[in-house]
């Protein structure tokens, strides 16, 4: 949504630098960026950090990566900024919401940037620490997924994390495992039986969201 | 189910040995069991073939280890024999299936045995060969579940994909990530919230599932 030719650049390591040392300051920035977001969140992580801790100025991290879901995505070696993706969900009608969640993000995963998304996702569970695959989740996805199935109030932060769990599960049968009939199932197919799940999530009339009195 | 004093002893390399070398044979006979898995598959893997890789009688894979469906679950470092849980699905109503499966398989993810059970599947799902995971999910665990949901005739390999989805991500999210609210959820609200998707998948009555004509 921003920042569109600073974005480009962003994990791009290839292009002629605009100063020697180039890539190896680009490095410094990704790995104090995944040590601070690691450590203290996404939110709390400020760039001004991070640019401490790889002993440049911030302007450099701005002109290198855009925006800090920018530098974020960059950090988790995704290809795409995921705000880019997020933002959209905001103007889709709540009851399609589930269906149209399965289609965008299946769509994603099937494509050539998905091979490097569906790689980045399982190097984070792989790894001995999964806060900063927690951290992505919790204060990247799931913050913009909670305010929008919030109803009744207080049960949006439930609903989102049930759909994480469905859609986590599509992504390491289908991509990682490639677990047969789910690896070869057509995006509508899947949109159909597994669109309902999502969609009974984030609007339906569930009990147990909302602690008893 | 069988052999229990066989079972007690596959996974332990500490216990004092019936003769010298036992335990430089016991993994020679489960590196052998899991190549030989990751190469055919679970049915057609025999015991005498994984016996000859690894240079041993036939009958010492039996001692060491017990049935087949024993040896596999000590090539994957599982802490329990599947089929033992497995067996028992088909005994439940179907109308319960769902609600059974969920409760059962997060009392075994949160019980002491269940720490191992996450790090084998996490250092399966890590691996750069995922073929064993998906020959223990397709030829143990789903081959278990497909006839009993298999209504209509034919759709009850999607039917256990779906479920296996939800499942695989509740392991991811709960276990794995720790990914709150998921991860401090009461069974019985996992089992409340996600057991109806599992019976849909199970009973559905679901376009889609079958090809149209």
């Known amino acids: 949504m921003t920042s ?34 690691a450590a203290v969140g996404f939110d709390k992580a400020s760039i001004r950090s991070i640019a401490t801790a790889a002993e440049v100025d911030p302007a450099l991290v701005h002109h290198y990566f855009g925006t800090k879901h920018q ?22 009608p709540i009851e399609n919401l589930g269906e149209h969640i399965i289609r965008t ?36 996805v799931l913050k913009e997924i909670r305010p929008l199935v919030d109803s009744p109030p207080g049960t949006g932060a439930k609903r989102a994390g049930l759909a994480a769990s469905q859609l986590a599960g599509l992504l390491v049968t289908r991509k990682i495992l490639k677990l047969e009939p789910i690896a070869s199932m ?28």
Do not use: K
Request: charged residues 20%.
């Open 105 to 140: 993000v299946l769509g994603i995963w099937d494509s050539p940037v998905g091979m490097p998304a569906v790689a980045a996702f399982r190097s984070l569970l792989a790894s001995d620490d999964p806060t900063l695959a927690r951290t992505f989740l919790l204060e990247v």
């Open 4 to 37: 569109g030719t600073r974005g480009m650049s962003a994990g791009s390591g290839t292009r002629s630098g605009r100063r020697p040392g180039n890539s190896g300051t680009r490095e410094a920035i990704l790995d104090a960026a995944r040590i601070r977001f």
């Open 71 to 92: 530098l974020f995505a960059a950090a988790l070696q995704l290809p795409v900024d995921p705000q880019d993706i997020l933002s959209g969900f905001a103007a889709v």
């Open 186 to 213: 057509a995006i509508d197919d899947l949109a159909a039986l597994v669109g309902p799940t999502l969609q009974r999530y984030f609007t339906g009339d569930l009990d147990r969201l909302l602690p008893s009195e």
